[in-house]
Every structure is written in C-alpha cells, then in structure tokens.
C-alpha cells in the first residue's frame, strides 16, 4: 500500500505520565520539524490517575492478554520475567516453548528441512504458532507476545499510553474496512504492534522500493519528542536504515515497519492473529520465525498493517553470568558476563529490581 502527497501535520497530545508531548506527522517527503516541550518528572508506576483513564494502564496493559512464550525448564528467566511485571503493574500468562526435536516430522512446516535448518529455529517458530493459536482458540481480542528474556523500561505503562496515542495517529493512512471488533486503546485498525526488535529499516528504505518516487513509499511516521526515557543518542542501537543523528535526542519513532529484526514482543488482534496464523503456521516455514514475521508485514501479506516503535519497548536482557544461558537458540560455550545490560532500554526493570523492590528510584543504565 502506498501513501503518497500527504502534508506533514503536527499533532500536540497532552499524554499522560510526560506531560504535553508533541507528535509530529511525517508523511512523505518529510521535514523534522524542531518543537519543544518540558517535560514533568516521571513516576516509576503509574496508578490511575485523573489522565490515566487508558486500558493501557490496567493489568494486561490494555491488550486481554500478555503471553511470554519460555521452556517450562528456564525457571532462571520465570523468576526473573514474575518480579519484573509484578513491580511494573502488569500479569503475565505462560505460554511452554516447544524444543525442535519434539516436533514429529509429519507436522513440520512446509519447506522446512531438517539437514539444513536449526532444530531450535524450528522449536522458536512453534512456541510463537502456539501463542497465535490460543488467541485464535480463545477467542481474545488482543495479546501482547513477548519472548522470556525481555526487558523494559520501568516507565512502561507510560511509554505504552504515548505509543498508543501515536499509534492511533498513525492508523488514519490504513485501510478501515477491516475494524477492530472489540475497543483497543491502541486504535481500531492495527493487525500488529510490533513493539519489541533489534534492527529497523523503514519501509521506504526498503531494497525493492528504492526504484519508485519517495512520494509513493509509505514513509508514514509519528515523533514523539522529548521522551526522558530515550537512552542518549551515543547508546541508541537498531537504526538499519538511518541515523540517529537525523533526529533530535529523546525521540520515539512510530513508523509502519518495512524490515524488522528480532521477535522480541509484538501484540496481535483477533484478526492479526487469523492473518498471522494462516501465513506463517499453514503456508510454510523456511526461514528464521522473526524474519518470517517481518515478511508478513513487509509484504503486507493478508492486507496485514503493522505499527512499530523504535527505539523498542521490549529488548532482550542480557544477563550477569554464562553467555550460554542467554538463548535457547544460539550457544555461546562457557565464557561469563560480569556485568548485564538491556539495550535500548535506558531504565531497565531488570537491572533495577533491586531498586524497585527496596523502594528505592529506578537508575539509569547510561548517563551520557
Ligand atoms: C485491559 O484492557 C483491554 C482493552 O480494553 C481489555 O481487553 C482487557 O480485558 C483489560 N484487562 C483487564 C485485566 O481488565
Ligand atoms: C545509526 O545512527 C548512528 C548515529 O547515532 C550512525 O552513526 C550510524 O551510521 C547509523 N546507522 C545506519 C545504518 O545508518
């Protein structure tokens, strides 16, 4: 789908844990505009507030479920992943990660070849088929899916509200035949959110759009400016097809995905979960489950119309102790990590547990 000619808008949102935040509309052909704001101190956890009236803040942060797909046997990262939501406002629902080797070969994907391709590649792609299918079983409105190493800001009911605003800002260039059947305080026509990834390239940058006018790319995105949350630009990763230098420190990003990197969390509504069900369960499998995952979006496949942020709400943690223990995917021999770190992620809840559960406030990972 390409959008083209559209205006640059700006668009100021009182939101509700910074403030006033000003979104600018960036449609094709964009100028960033500079705007200013002051932003108010922030609160670690926010209760219901007089501006705090979204979904987004109550236990399931606005979707109707949060599932985190994880090996029953990684209690290590359950313990981990039950503190940090607790501390945060939020419930999880377990969703038991599936090994390769469990799969039978009668039930492999299509094109899925066993000689070549990873057995925890494959036990990834089921655990995420999984999580699809309950929503689509139970009949939930919306999930949030998150893998079981996550991390996040322990502003994250905040940074949701703002992304949500944004998001729904974002929505008006998607096609509205396709309504969310139930109320999301993320907006009525989204398929997915894809909230957590490790490399960004915008649509408009992507390989095969470079040939046609950048006026016919959908280059639609939402800023939103002077998040105290954004780690300094030196410590921003994730930018696959642009500088961080082009845009002013303690900017967000909400932008229409053309080629994410890494599963790390995204949210589905009932009928992203039938689209993403059908693609990536029923059509076949040859490929790593995120890079499958960014396909769906790229290619828009069942009119799927996705809405990401950058940088993430959701990063990977990366763990004091053995490297090893980091993925159930990938091994990484013996060696030890003194130090963890999130990145991205510039109040991480993990690293500050001990923090929150003292009472202490939250620190930052990096200072400059
Ligand atoms: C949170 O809000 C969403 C969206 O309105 C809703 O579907 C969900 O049931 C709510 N969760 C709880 C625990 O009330
Ligand atoms: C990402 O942004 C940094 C500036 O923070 C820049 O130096 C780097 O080249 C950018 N990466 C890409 C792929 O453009």
Same mark, same amino acid.
């Given at each position: 789908m390409m959008i083209g000619g559209r205006p640059n808008v700006s668009l100021v949102i009182c939101a509700v844990v910074f403030g006033c935040i000003f979104l600018t509309y960036l449609g094709s052909g964009s100028v960033r505009n500079q705007l200013n704001s002051t932003s108010s101190p922030t609160r670690w956890v926010s209760s219901k507030g007089k501006h705090e009236k979204s979904d987004v803040f109550n236990k399931t942060l606005g979707f109707e479920k949060v599932f985190v797909i994880g090996l029953p046997e990684r209690s290590d990262k359950r313990d981990a992943l039950t503190l940090m939501s607790s501390l945060t406002g939020f419930q999880l629902s377990w969703i038991d990660g599936v090994l390769g080797k469990a799969i039978p070969d009668k039930a492999l994907p299509f094109g899925w070849n066993r000689e070549t391709m990873s057995d925890s590649n494959l036990g990834s792609w089921r655990g995420h088929i999984n999580a699809m299918r309950r929503i689509v079983e139970d009949g939930i409105s919306s999930a949030l899916i998150m893998e079981d190493d996550m991390d996040w800001d322990v502003h994250v009911k905040g940074l949701l509200a703002q992304f949500a605003e944004a998001a729904r800002a974002l929505q008006?260039?998607?096609?509205?035949?396709?309504?969310?059947?139930s109320p999301s305080p993320y907006g009525l026509d989204w398929d997915m959110l894809w909230l957590g990834s490790c490399i960004t390239t915008f649509d408009e940058d992507l390989p095969e759009h470079l040939q046609i006018p950048y006026e016919q790319r959908d280059a639609r995105k939402i800023l939103i400016r002077n998040d105290p949350t954004v780690p300094p630009t030196g410590h921003l990763l994730a930018n696959g097809s642009f500088s961080w230098d082009d845009y002013p420190p303690q900017t967000r990003i909400v932008y229409v995905p053309g080629d994410n990197v890494c599963s790390f969390a995204y949210a589905l509504s009932a009928a992203g979960a039938q689209k993403a069900l059908q693609y990536m369960? !029923?059509?076949g499998q040859q490929k790593p489950f995120d890079n499958h995952l960014s396909d769906l979006c790229r290619l828009r496949v069942n009119g799927m119309r996705c809405v990401s942020i950058v940088p993430s709400l959701f990063v990977h943690h990366r763990p004091r102790g053995k490297i090893s223990g980091d993925s159930d995917i990938n091994n990484a021999g013996e060696a030890v990590r003194e130090v963890g770190f999130t990145e991205?992620? !510039?109040?991480s809840t993990r690293l500050n547990l001990r923090n929150l559960v003292t009472g202490l406030e939250p620190e930052k990972q990096w200072t400059d």
């Open positions: 008006k260039g998607f096609h509205q035949d396709q309504r969310l059947k369960g !029923l059509e991205n992620v !510039l109040y």
